[in-house]
């Protein structure tokens, strides 16, 4: 049973929208990373958050943002849906920056 | 930028056979390798992660190589099942904590 619980499992916006998607990590675990699958393709890297803090982005616009909790939760959100944000969005955290990662299921984003 | 190229993009086996997964990357200055496998719609789930000191990891019927200065890993699946049908994700980890992944192989374990 996987420690990183992601919510909702499916959802489906319309283009323009905001989302915001949540992840749930194991106690300790004060890394946390986004990532971003489209189908048939390798994850994306979106941002980590270490403590609290952005500590890496990769080449997503800024209308992606994140925020991570004490509570070791998490949430991405996405402003101004647009049809090519359907995707895959994949949370993963470790106990330090350069640990094993574990990853959750997954939240299926569709824009229509 | 880090490349990463997983050959070949689909493989389909007869049970029981042993098989190699190939991965490549351009840049050696990686943290770690590790691999992956999803199911279909699913999350990930890690099957082995080598640090970059070290030249092989091995769990169970699963056997991964890292050459780092050559930017190659295999994975080998001995004795196929077809529980073993999935598609596997190569994944490296840069200096700053960041995964550059494959398209992945999918592969197919036939009864």
């Known amino acids: 049973e996987t420690g990183v619980t992601q919510s909702p499992t499916h959802l489906i916006k319309t283009r323009g929208q905001q989302v915001t998607l949540r992840c749930s990590s194991q106690s300790g675990h004060n890394t946390v990373s986004w990532y971003q699958q489209a189908l048939g393709q390798g994850p994306q890297f979106i941002f980590q958050y270490y403590r609290e803090e952005e500590n890496g982005r990769g080449n997503f616009p800024p209308r992606f943002s994140g925020l991570q909790f004490p509570n070791y939760s998490s949430e991405l959100n996405v402003n101004a849906l647009e049809l090519d944000d359907s995707a895959l969005y994949l949370c993963a955290s470790s106990l330090s920056p350069g640990g094993g990662y574990t990853f959750g299921s997954g939240t299926r984003l569709t824009v229509v | 930028k880090q490349e990463v190229t997983q050959i070949p993009a689909a493989l389909s086996v007869p049970e029981g056979e042993n098989l190699v997964l190939n991965c490549s990357f351009t840049?050696?200055?990686?943290?770690?390798l590790q691999w992956f496998r999803q199911d279909p719609g699913k999350g990930l789930t890690s099957l082995l992660l080598i640090q970059s000191s070290q030249r092989e990891q091995t769990s169970g019927r699963l056997n991964a190589s890292l050459d780092k200065s050559s930017g190659r890993s295999t994975l080998y699946i001995a004795a196929s099942q077809p529980g073993d049908s999935a598609t596997y994700l190569c994944?490296?980890?840069?200096?700053?904590?960041?995964?550059?992944f494959g398209s992945g192989t999918k592969l197919n374990v036939k009864p």
């Open positions: 840049d050696s200055a990686i943290y770690n």
């Open positions: 994944a490296v980890m840069d200096n700053f904590n960041k995964f550059y």
